[in-house]
């Protein structure tokens, strides 16, 4: 059976938390320590649909398998046109295109809103995912030392940006 990307519904939301709660607990590929409440899950989706920014799903099966959103890079009006991302695949489904589909899209809701460009924020220890933005054409831009800390260490920032056309 293929694989549906589609934008994310309130009923969405417990399988996004346990993708990124695994991720929150067992990565670093994202800095919070503590994971989210379903009722904090749903504030997030509540608030990107405000300020018109997606999160999509992909679902494979009746199964959330993943998913993917984009949010303000900064909050000063100057960075209006500038957005980060953000990409998780659930553990069970990780080197099977899924991570690909979401960015795809994400790149294409980006285009189509007239953003201009794309930035993503990777913890340098995370080889896979710095070549697999390259392969989209991200550029690493900038890399901020010792910019995070989870797991009793000290972790380095890697800005990647793709520049939308």
């Known amino acids: 059976?293929?694989?549906?990307?589609r934008i994310a519904t309130i009923h969405d939301m417990p399988s996004v938390l346990e993708i990124?709660?695994?991720e929150i607990?067992?990565?670093t590929s994202i800095w919070d320590y503590d994971i989210r409440t379903l009722e904090q899950q749903i504030t997030i989706l509540?608030?990107?649909k405000e300020r018109d920014f997606p999160l999509i799903v992909a679902e494979k099966e009746d199964k959330i398998i993943g998913f993917g959103t984009?949010?303000?890079f900064r909050f000063k009006i100057g960075y209006q046109f500038t957005v980060e991302h953000s990409v998780y695949?659930?553990?069970d489904f990780h080197?099977?295109?899924i991570g690909k589909l979401l960015l795809l899209e994400l790149i294409?809701?980006?285009?189509?809103?007239k953003l201009h460009t794309m930035i993503g924020v990777i913890d340098s220890e995370n080889r896979d995912s710095i070549a697999f933005h390259e392969k989209f054409g991200f550029k690493t831009v900038g890399i901020i030392k010792e910019s995070g800390y989870k797991f009793d260490r000290w972790l380095d920032s890697v800005f990647m940006q793709l520049i939308l056309k």
């Open 95 to 97: 080197g099977n295109g």
């Open 70 to 72: 984009y949010g303000s």
């Open 25 to 27: 607990l067992h990565s």
């Open 20 to 22: 990124i709660n695994y």
């Open 89 to 91: 695949v659930h553990k």
């Open 46 to 48: 509540k608030e990107k």
């Open 1 to 5: 059976m293929s694989i549906i990307i």
């Open 108 to 113: 294409a809701l980006a285009k189509l809103q």
